[in-house]
Structure formats: structure tokens, C-alpha cells
């Protein structure tokens, strides 16, 4: 994804292989979805999936249980902001149907790459007819399955055009570990002002000393101080003026409490930290939706726009780190995370996933807090296992008279794409 940052990949690895290669992992991935629904005496009664896993609602179709996807960053098209892997640089349409069209067509290019692998999957595993392109490039959003988006609603509310099938829970964090630093990392928190955090994570960089260079310079032109993260991209640690300290592997809820401001790439779980700590962000953007995140940010005015790593320089990050530290951007993360604080993301996700059930259906008749597997046919008596076990002990049935149940059924066919609206 760092050499190939956008949908299109370089002309480089298109000569490499490196597609066909990708194309035989991707196949696997989807089987391998299959085979842990239902092997090792075991059949999945519900599937928790995110989009790019491509098999969860072909699984869901074959055996007629309910998927909910679950991901970090927008997948249901919406006129409120692009896709986060579009990447889009121009367009001569309104600002709000290119957004909404930039999920057609994300969504158009991978079924490009991958809809006949996944029509081999459904054709020979799964024994389902094969899906149309017209359907294939939006079938989730179509068919109306569930979603839970967890980020906060106080950094980007749900979108008008967003139905009840889609939810927002907020973001979702651990309890913070227990963490002893090291009596040097203690020593330099304690001998000034907060300092700025600057990590790019698991990021690795073709060129360290470079980087590292220019965040040195950045941090004396600023006459502030910085704790720089070494992370996997091998940034050189020698010869570092008092003013900056490197750091090892620090968890980050622990350490931006300590910061006065966060330089990271914008992944969503740094994002949130940063944010639930009230540490105005500056995003470096390497691929992905870190670009988005980085917008989002800006727009709720807790940051600069986001900079491409490409384009980084010494100027225009001193311009994002001035940003930050303004006292605008300071109260803008602060009121962010006083809302944040108050939310409860994984609770509300479960709630959310249990509220988007079909539970009478998936209940069973006789033991209510288990789930139903068999219907009784001709009627609509379902029972659990344990149920039909004990039934058909005392001879009350016949297991092979059993069918199974179906929760959840998925028509495939006869789907248009749905089109935006002029609500949102």
C-alpha cells in the first residue's frame, strides 16, 4: 500500500507480478471466510465482518444468517464526503455527487479485479449463481445490511441519506494498560513543557535519514520540544539535541495525556487516542484513508489540512505544528474530547449488533436464550440444539424429519444500484 497508495496500481508492479500474486492471496482469504463458518463442527449463526473481507455476505446468503459489518472509516455511499480511497484530485460534477459517486466507484474497480473470483466462489463452493456486475459493485449497500461506523459522531455526525440500517457507535478504545517508562523518557517530560509527539507508526520508509532530517529541523526551527517515535520505519536516533528525545514502543494512551500536540499518519486508532486526549492533530498521510482522517480533523477545525507525505517538507509541516499549537485548534480538540468522553463506542456496537438481529426469528421456540438451528417443517417452530436433541432422545421427533433454519435471506437478483438523493 506504500508503493501503490491509490486504487491504480504503478505500472512497476503491474510489471512484477505482483497483481496475479495478490489475486491467488485475495481468493484464499475468501475460502478461508468459508471455511471458519462452518468446519471443526462448527456452523456460524451470525457473521461480524468488515468490507474488504469481499466473502462475508456471500457466506451470509449460503447459509441464511444475518452479517454485520462492522469497519473504521465509510464504505455506504453518501454525498457528505468522498470515499476515503478515492483520492479524488478534480471533477467537473457537483461536489455532492462526486462524493457519492467516488463509492460506485471504488466499488466498481475492485469487483473489476476480484467479481470473477468472487463469482468462482459463489459458482463452485457455495453452489449460488453467479452475481452481475450491476450488482456485485454495490451489494451491501443494496441489500440493505447492517453497518456500524466507529468513529465518533462529534467528529463526523451520521450522514442524512444514511438509513437505520446504519449506525454510528463511536470510537472504540481499551482500558489503558500499565505501562512503567523508562527513568530517561520520565526525566525529559519532566524537564519542560509538553512537548509534540511525532510517529508514523508501523510506516517503514524508503528513506529514514531523510525524514528524520527534516522533522530535527523542523523541531529546532520551531525552538520546541519533541518526543519522536523510532517506530518500524528505522528513523536515526543519533546525535539528538536535548530539546528531542526518541522514542521506543510507548502506548499511546498512556503518553498523549503527557503531549501538547500529536504529528502522526492518520490511522484511525491514533486518530481516536489523539482526539479522546483533547491533542490537536497534524496528519502525514501515507495511503489509505489516513488522508481522511487528516480532513476530517481539519474540518473540525483540530488541525491543519492533512499532508501528503510526498509533499512533505520542513515549511509546510512547521506550518501544520503552528496550527496545532494555536490556541483555536487547542480549545477545538479540547471541547472534542469532553463529547468523546462521554460516549460509550464498543457498548453501544453491541447493542447496536444486537438491535440489528432478526432475534424473534433467530430464537429458539422452546429454550429462548439459545439460538434456533432447525425449523420443524411446515411450521414456523424452531429449535436449538439442545432442544432437538432432547426431543429426539425422548422421541417426541425425528432428526432427520429437521431442516435448517434460515434466518436471513438475501436476494442477489433483480437489484438495481441506488442512486443518490438530493436529501444527502
Not at 474497480?109 to 453452489?127: E, M
Not at 498521510?285 to 499532508?307: C, H, L, T, Y
Not at 506550518?319 to 460516549?343: C, F, H, P, T
Request: charged share 20%; proline share 8%; hydrophobic share 40%.
Amino acid at each position: 500500500m506504500v508503493r501503490n497508495p491509490s486504487l491504480i496500481p504503478s505500472i512497476k508492479t503491474l510489471e512484477s507480478g505482483e497483481i496475479g500474486r495478490r489475486r491467488k492471496m485475495s481468493y484464499e482469504m475468501i475460502e478461508g471466510c468459508w471455511k471458519s463458518c462452518i468446519e471443526n463442527d462448527f456452523i456460524a449463526d451470525a457473521i461480524i465482518a468488515n468490507p474488504p473481507s469481499f466473502a462475508h455476505v456471500h457466506c451470509a446468503e449460503r447459509l441464511c444468517i444475518p452479517v454485520w459489518i462492522v469497519f473504521t472509516m465509510p464504505w455506504s455511499p453518501t454525498m457528505s464526503f468522498p470515499h476515503p480511497l478515492a483520492n479524488i484530485q478534480s471533477s467537473n460534477a457537483e461536489p455532492r455527487v462526486t462524493n457519492y459517486l467516488s463509492y460506485i466507484l471504488v466499488e466498481a474497480l475492485t469487483w473489476q479485479g476480484l467479481g470473477d473470483l468472487v463469482n468462482r466462489f459463489r459458482r463452485r463452493i457455495l453452489g449460488l449463481d453467479e452475481v452481475a456486475f450491476t450488482m456485485g459493485i454495490c451489494l451491501p449497500s443494496t441489500l440493505k445490511v447492517p453497518h456500524t461506523y466507529t468513529w465518533s459522531p462529534a467528529l463526523i455526525p451520521k450522514p442524512l441519506n444514511w438509513g437505520d440500517e446504519i449506525d454510528i457507535s463511536g470510537f472504540f478504545f481499551h482500558s489503558q494498560p500499565s505501562f512503567k517508562p523508562d527513568a530517561s523518557l520520565t526525566a525529559f517530560l519532566d524537564a519542560g513543557p509538553p512537548p509534540i509527539y511525532i510517529g508514523f507508526g508501523s510506516i517503514v520508509v524508503d528513506d529514514p535519514t531523510t525524514l528524520t532530517q527534516k522533522l530535527l529541523t523542523t523541531v529546532s526551527n520551531l525552538k520546541i520540544r519533541a518526543l519522536i517515535s523510532k517506530g518500524w520505519g528505522g528513523l536515526d536516533a543519533k546525535n539528538v539535541p536535548e530539546n528531542m528525545y526518541f522514542l521506543g514502543n510507548c502506548p499511546h494512551d498512556w503518553l498523549f495525556p503527557r503531549v501538547s500536540a500529536v504529528v502522526h499518519h492518520g490511522g484511525a486508532g491514533t486518530t481516536a487516542i489523539g482526539l479522546k486526549c483533547g491533542k490537536p492533530t497534524v496528519v502525514v498521510s501515507f495511503f489509505g484513508d489516513q488522508k481522511f482522517w487528516g480532513e476530517m480533523v481539519a474540518r473540525a477545525g483540530a488541525g491543519p489540512n492533512p499532508i501528503p507525505f510526498k509533499e512533505l517538507t520542513v515549511q509546510n509541516l512547521e506550518e501544520g505544528i503552528k496550527v496545532a499549537l494555536s490556541e483555536k485548534a487547542q480549545s477545538a480538540a479540547k471541547e472534542m474530547s469532553a463529547r468523546i468522553d462521554k460516549e460509550e463506542g464498543v457498548e453501544h456496537a453491541v447493542d447496536g449488533f444486537h438491535r440489528l438481529l432478526p432475534l424473534k426469528r433467530m430464537r429458539c421456540s422452546i429454550l429462548p436464550e439459545r439460538v434456533a438451528v432447525w425449523t420443524i417443517p411446515n411450521t414456523t417452530f424452531r429449535i436449538s440444539n439442545l432442544a432437538a436433541g432432547v426431543l429426539d432422545k425422548e422421541r417426541k421427533l425425528k432428526l432427520k424429519d429437521l431442516v435448517l433454519t434460515r434466518h436471513k435471506l438475501y436476494d442477489t437478483e433483480n437489484q438495481q444500484v441506488p442512486l443518490p438523493s438530493r436529501a444527502n
